[in-house]
């Protein structure tokens, strides 16, 4: 079992360069800008995608990405995971014989920063699927988007970048940022399917908005409920109503909306209770 919490490294020089430009008064200004790098993801002897990611946990991202689109089963066996930092690739080895050919020439281009893809049919595999019936105390929401708005992080550091966390109850357990929204979710579904992680009593926060992409891929995943600081997509709330997902966006400071799965909220908190948030951070989000 992997040590928790997994953090970002704002510090990792490999995933910022600082930029010297000028401001609007023309004086010279120097900060950090993130990186982004193209990764090719093989299954087996084929290739599948080319993402834009800044760069860390590429086996993760790569098992990730595999296992949202349908590509790996529960059941597979990884026999092994080979990356190439000099031509920038990784293989994802398995035991099954593999061969996607046809899903490879479905493929949708979604409102995911740095453009997501996802190949074949969105709402595959949700037909039937169920979600455990577990409970969130608004307690814990208020103490993981404090948690999660004040850990060091690119996101705070440089901007431009999103982050998906995987919480159980109030505690942050893996936080992984990435220039796309759903780099980041498929680095959390790496990890988990890597380390046989359960999903059953999990929450997923994320800082980007919630859209038919980020829904879709948390219940796939078998998360139970999805929250975020941002707003909602149309698409996003029809499907999470649809396959029971707890959907939460707009929590900053005291306030918060529900507009799925209000049955698993347990409001143990009273609102009056918390903090408004910082008027910075929400600046900073806006980067």
Same mark, same amino acid.
């Given at each position: 079992?992997?040590?928790?919490?997994?953090?970002?490294?704002?510090?990792?020089?490999?995933?910022?360069?600082?930029?010297?430009?000028?401001?609007?008064?023309?004086?010279?200004?120097?900060?950090?800008?993130?990186?982004?790098?193209?990764?090719?993801?093989?299954?087996?002897?084929?290739?599948?995608?080319?993402?834009?990611?800044?760069?860390?946990?590429?086996?993760?991202?790569?098992?990730?990405?595999?296992?949202?689109?349908?590509?790996?089963?529960?059941?597979?066996?990884?026999?092994?995971?080979?990356?190439?930092?000099?031509?920038?690739?990784?293989? *994802? =080895?398995?035991?099954?014989?593999?061969?996607?050919?046809?899903?490879?020439?479905?493929?949708?281009?979604?409102?995911?920063?740095?453009?997501?893809?996802?190949?074949? #049919?969105?709402?595959?595999?949700? #037909?039937?699927?169920?979600?455990?019936?577990?409970?969130?105390?608004?307690?814990?929401?208020?103490?993981?988007?404090?948690?999660?708005?004040?850990?060091?992080?690119?996101?705070?550091?440089?901007?431009?970048?999103?982050?998906?966390?995987?919480?159980?109850?109030?505690?942050?357990? *893996?936080?992984?940022?990435?220039?796309? =929204?759903?780099?980041?979710?498929?680095?959390?579904?790496?990890?988990?399917?890597?380390? #046989?992680?359960?999903?059953?009593?999990?929450?997923?926060?994320?800082?980007?908005?919630?859209?038919?992409?980020?829904?879709?891929?948390?219940?796939?995943?078998?998360?139970?409920?999805?929250?975020?600081?941002?707003?909602?997509?149309?698409?996003? *709330?029809?499907?999470?109503?649809?396959?029971?997902?707890?959907?939460?966006?707009?929590?900053?400071?005291?306030?918060?909306?529900?507009?799925?799965?209000?049955?698993?909220?347990?409001?143990?908190?009273?609102?009056?209770?918390?903090?408004?948030?910082?008027?910075?951070?929400?600046?900073?989000?806006?980067?």
């Amino acid at each position: 079992m992997p040590d928790f919490p997994l953090l970002p490294n704002p510090h990792d020089p490999r995933l910022t360069r600082r930029i010297t430009g000028t401001d609007q008064t023309g004086a010279e200004t120097t900060l950090s800008v993130v990186e982004e790098r193209p990764l090719t993801i093989y299954l087996n002897r084929q290739e599948i995608v080319t993402a834009m990611t800044i760069g860390d946990y590429p086996e993760y991202l790569a098992l990730g990405f595999l296992r949202n689109q349908g590509m790996l089963r529960a059941d597979d066996h990884v026999t092994g995971i080979d990356y190439d930092d000099e031509i920038e690739t990784v293989v *994802v =080895r398995t035991e099954r014989e593999t061969s996607y050919e046809e899903k490879l020439q479905k493929k949708t281009r979604t409102s995911g920063c740095a453009v997501g893809t996802v190949f074949g #049919d969105m709402m595959e595999g949700l #037909d039937g699927l169920t979600l455990p019936q577990s409970e969130i105390r608004t307690s814990w929401l208020y103490a993981l988007a404090k948690e999660i708005n004040t850990t060091p992080s690119l996101y705070l550091e440089a901007g431009a970048i999103h982050g998906t966390v995987l919480c159980q109850r109030d505690r942050p357990l *893996v936080y992984m940022e990435d220039v796309g =929204r759903h780099n980041a979710v498929d680095k959390i579904a790496g990890f988990m399917f890597r380390h #046989d992680i359960a999903a059953a009593d999990k929450i997923l926060y994320t800082t980007g908005r919630l859209t038919s992409e980020m829904v879709i891929k948390t219940a796939l995943m078998g998360i139970p409920a999805l929250a975020s600081r941002s707003g909602f997509t149309a698409w996003g *709330v029809e499907i999470a109503r649809r396959v029971g997902l707890t959907l939460i966006g707009r929590m900053r400071g005291q306030r918060f909306t529900c507009l799925s799965g209000e049955e698993r909220l347990i409001r143990d908190a009273d609102p009056k209770s918390i903090p408004e948030e910082d008027r910075k951070l929400h600046r900073k989000a806006a980067t």
